[in-house]
């Protein structure tokens, strides 16, 4: 049985952890550092997030992941000169660096400490930025000679840099043990494309080609994010992810008030601020955030007057919305399409809802829990 053996389990108390193949070669490989399990949790549910969101987009794609949730996900569209001023970015940028960039950004307080994911190979320029973020490691396909030694002195040089055969694919059946017994099921195979969107069950109907490149990027997001979870895009980037909780409508108002801050965080008010010392980059973010919510930068009237003129955002959900309440907080966020799985007994009710918001709505049938 090949393996890796791993720098400790979910707590340094657990000194018994590995990573065990039961037949063939390990697709991974440790190019620096050394892992811990929840490093390889993050790494390869988040591998698998950005080899199936190029399948679907043809872009570059990248996720940074915390504690086995996707903090953001991103395609590498190019960043305009506004998001590359609030996302503090260099202007020159190779497309999987702008991935990384839009996917990080989205919750850049939550990807502290991040393990990244990257679809394509590292290459210099994105290299350079990790070189500057707090983040633990990488997997990617392969490095550029160039990225991969930059990387090597990240943390003192115990950055965790992982290389993944992209050729690899599972058994269709995984396993888990839990409490001494062993659960098996089918691994998730389920192709999300955009022929799942062709059920529209609005009186709005207009699904542009940008809105359908923004569902499918939460609902791949949402096929590796701890249920409950839904998942607000907008330009071909998570901009709020709600995961792990116990209702359906917390993970709504949770991943909403995410993307609230996200597009705060474009409001002119903001972009002229003036520190008395240079702060880092994180104590930036904290400090415009909490300014944010605690009304000292942006008053309540001006926080809901700039996001009164947000729209055209996309929500997916990891299942059908059970009640109204959701589609009502999702229009407090500038939502205009949503992808559900439908089959809910009040889904009248909420398709009622999404046309009183002037909402295109998607059923897909396919729920997508992740545990």
Same mark, same amino acid.
């Given at each position: 049985m090949e393996g890796m053996n791993l720098k400790y389990g979910c707590n340094p108390n657990q000194r018994q952890a590995a990573l065990l193949m039961e037949s063939g070669t390990l697709p991974? =490989?440790? &190019?620096?550092?050394?892992?811990?399990?929840i490093n390889l949790l993050d790494a390869l549910n988040g591998w698998q997030l950005v080899k199936e969101l190029k399948e679907v987009t043809d872009l570059p794609s990248a996720t940074s992941f915390k504690h086995v949730s996707p903090a953001g996900a991103a395609i590498g569209l190019p960043l305009n000169e506004e998001e590359t001023r609030v996302f503090d970015v260099p202007k020159t940028l190779s497309p999987i660096a702008s991935a990384y960039i839009r996917a990080r950004s989205a919750d850049p307080l939550a990807s502290f400490g991040d393990f990244v994911a990257i679809s394509d190979e590292c290459d210099l320029s994105l290299a350079k930025v990790l070189k @500057?973020?707090? $983040?633990? *490691?990488i997997i990617a396909p392969s490095y550029t000679p160039e990225a991969l030694e930059l990387l090597k002195t990240k943390k003192r040089g115990r950055y965790v840099i992982l290389q993944v055969n992209p050729e690899y694919e599972p058994p269709l059946t995984e396993k888990r043990t839990l409490f001494g017994m062993t659960l098996m099921?089918? @691994?998730? +195979?389920?192709?999300?494309? $955009? $022929? &799942? %969107? @062709? +059920?529209v069950v609005t009186k709005q109907k207009d699904l542009p080609p940008e809105a359908i490149q923004d569902l499918l990027v939460g609902m791949v997001t949402l096929?590796? +994010?701890q249920s409950n979870s839904v998942c607000y895009t907008k330009g071909g980037q998570a901009i709020g992810? *709600?995961?792990g909780q116990q209702s359906r409508i917390a993970c709504t108002r949770l991943a909403g008030e995410k993307a609230d801050l996200f597009h705060l965080r474009f409001h002119p008010k903001l972009q002229n601020l003036r520190f008395d010392a240079p702060p880092t980059r994180q104590g930036r973010y904290?400090?415009?955030e909490e300014g944010i919510r605690n009304e000292t930068l %942006? $008053?309540?009237?001006e926080q809901r007057s700039y996001l009164n003129d947000v729209s055209k955002v996309s929500l997916a959900s990891d299942a059908f919305f059970p009640f109204r309440d959701n589609i009502d907080r999702a229009a407090q966020s500038g939502v205009t399409y949503i992808a559900q799985a439908g089959g809910s007994t009040r889904d009248k009710e909420v398709i =009622?809802?999404?046309?009183e918001h002037k909402m295109v709505m998607c059923m897909t049938s396919i729920r997508l829990f992740h545990h």
């Open positions: 991974i =490989q440790t &190019l620096n550092g050394e892992a811990g399990y @500057r973020e707090v $983040s633990d *490691g099921q089918e @691994r998730n +195979t389920v192709v999300l494309d $955009s $022929s &799942l %969107l @062709r +059920t096929k590796y +994010t992810v *709600g995961a904290l400090f415009i %942006l $008053s309540k009237e =009622q809802a999404a046309d």
